[in-house]
């Protein structure tokens, strides 16, 4: 909440162009205030920075935003900046209008936790804005749910944009012993005064992550000491060559010395730092479990229910990302092929077992009266489908290539369970370069149960098939040693093959 004195504006008028009509929140370095542009007549938000136009900070952020600016911000999952501008002593920062923060979506439903599928959606949201920066060389440095937006979550669910970039940074300009993140979201690297990079905002993620998922922060100290305490006794201690080279580690370990050469660190207790620093230590965790693997056991609906296998690739992703050596932390464009942010799946009772050539991701579970439709970058839930049934159709858009003509439909033998029934389509897209279903190639598509008509076999097919079509176009020469072995007992008929196989009258 915001106190009444920062509920006021810091300055009365922005510009003849912008009327100021709230204040949206305030922070350290400036106000945001939502302001109505007059010669569009549109809703933007509107940052104020506090500090005067030569500042540092002012210009970085603006350099930023500037370099940004050849991205799309749909696809990029980064604010939109309309424009920079200077009036008076202040900047001014012109963005889109946003929904609301994360961290004031979690408040008010209550801190519970996220579903699942809203979490892949986020992840996958944000890996992709992080992967954006780190194309051009910067780290956000400053990642929490306070900089995480929802687009519109009536219009748009759980989709998020990456805001404020006051406190990024180069990846060339870094340098080890920088005091940078939130210390909710603070990185080891940083704690312990190690060189760093852009893998300090996949920590920051990761710790979003689990919030999402539990509800609360997974380390919640009251300084860095409570935060790597939570941190060691969750995922275990730094790698020693870490510890050897890092320049605060004796602010947090103790040293061994049983050698002139080898250090034995070991980590200091509660006692021992509050007697060196009088800095006390509180337990704030709303946790008991000591590791992460604990997390692919709760809140689970039933023991064999498809959220188990999804809530074990989130919590593996989780651990990828929460990995004390940064150079073994998973990277944004592994985050977007990782098994959790792709998995697509279909979960209902007495469901068919896919075949062999149908792979995990191409499934997916969808609430009853739901219509989806998978593009190239996202799936979307369009529309309600009849009561009595769903339909899943799925296109496959390559670039800016036109889609192909429907070749062939396969209806699937619809199934029923207590709760629903769900009948399935598969469109088989016609191109060059697809092969035909039945053949078994792996790039076919298959399915679990196809209902084709029942072939009729015997002299009884054969002029069922003649008067379906009145002439048969067979290539010259195509018949030859087995297939005319098979003819022969085939087309008995003397008559009957003369007239549809005019070469091979000479039947005997």
């Not at 309309?82 to 004031?104: A, G, N, Y």
């Not at 005091?179 to 005064?193: A, F, K, T, Y």
Request: hydrophobic share 35%; net charge positive; with cysteine.
């Amino acid at each position: 909440m915001l106190s009444k004195k920062e509920h006021q504006p810091l300055i009365d008028t922005i510009s003849e162009n912008y009327r100021i009509l709230k204040v949206l929140g305030a922070g350290c370095y400036g106000q945001v205030v939502e302001c109505l542009k007059l010669d569009t007549k549109e809703t933007v938000a509107v940052k104020v920075l506090k500090q005067k136009n030569s500042s540092k900070n002012n210009m970085r952020e603006v350099l930023v935003l500037e370099r940004l600016q050849c991205f799309d911000p749909d696809k990029s999952h980064i604010v939109r900046c309309h424009e920079c501008f200077q009036s008076i002593d202040r900047t001014f920062l012109v963005f889109e209008m946003l929904d609301m923060s994360l961290h004031d979506y979690m408040n008010r439903r209550g801190r519970l936790p996220l579903p699942l599928k809203g979490i892949k959606t986020m992840i996958r949201d944000l890996a992709t804005a992080l992967d954006t920066l780190k194309g051009i060389g910067i780290i956000h440095s400053d990642l929490k749910m306070d900089n995480v937006m929802l687009v519109n979550h009536h219009v748009k669910p759980l989709r998020v944009k990456l805001i404020d970039f006051g406190l990024a940074v180069k990846i060339s300009e870094v340098w080890p012993g920088v005091v940078m993140q939130p210390l909710w979201n603070r990185s080891p690297e940083i704690i312990l005064g190690l060189p760093f990079n852009e893998a300090i905002d996949i920590w920051s993620l990761g710790t979003i992550l689990a919030e999402m998922l539990l509800g609360f922060p997974l380390f919640p100290g009251r300084h860095e000491y409570d935060v790597l305490r939570y941190m060691i006794d969750l995922l275990g201690e730094p790698p020693k060559e870490l510890l050897n080279r890092a320049v605060n580690t004796g602010l947090f370990f103790k040293d061994k010395k049983n050698s002139f050469v080898k250090k034995h660190w070991t980590f200091k207790t509660p006692k021992e730092f509050q007697r060196e620093t009088l800095k006390k230590t509180r337990e704030d965790r709303e946790y008991n479990f000591s590791s992460l693997e604990a997390l692919k056991k709760t809140r689970l609906l039933k023991a064999n229910s498809p959220e188990l296998v999804d809530r074990t690739e989130c919590v593996e992703l989780l651990k990828e990302m929460l990995t004390m050596h940064q150079n073994n932390r998973i990277t944004p464009d592994k985050i977007l092929v990782h098994p959790f942010t792709i998995r697509r799946y279909l979960s209902r009772k007495n469901c068919p077992k896919p075949s062999s050539h149908c792979e995990p991701s191409t499934l997916k579970e969808l609430p009853p009266g739901f219509t989806e439709v998978q593009t190239d970058e996202r799936t979307l839930e369009v529309g309600e489908a009849p009561k009595e049934s769903s339909a899943i159709s799925t296109q496959a858009v390559q670039g800016e290539m036109a889609m192909a003509e429907i070749e062939q439909e396969w209806k699937l033998e619809s199934f029923t369970n207590e709760d629903l029934e769900i009948e399935i389509i598969e469109s088989v897209m016609a191109s060059d370069n697809t092969k035909d279903p039945s053949s078994g190639s792996e790039e076919s598509l298959s399915s679990p149960v196809i209902s084709q008509p029942r072939k009729k076999k015997g002299i009884g097919g054969f002029f069922s098939k003649m008067k379906r079509k009145s002439c048969f176009c067979v290539p010259c020469g195509a018949l030859s040693g087995d297939s005319l072995q098979n003819l022969h007992g085939y087309f008995y008929m003397q008559k009957v093959s003369a007239q549809v196989f005019p070469r091979y009258s000479g039947f005997p």
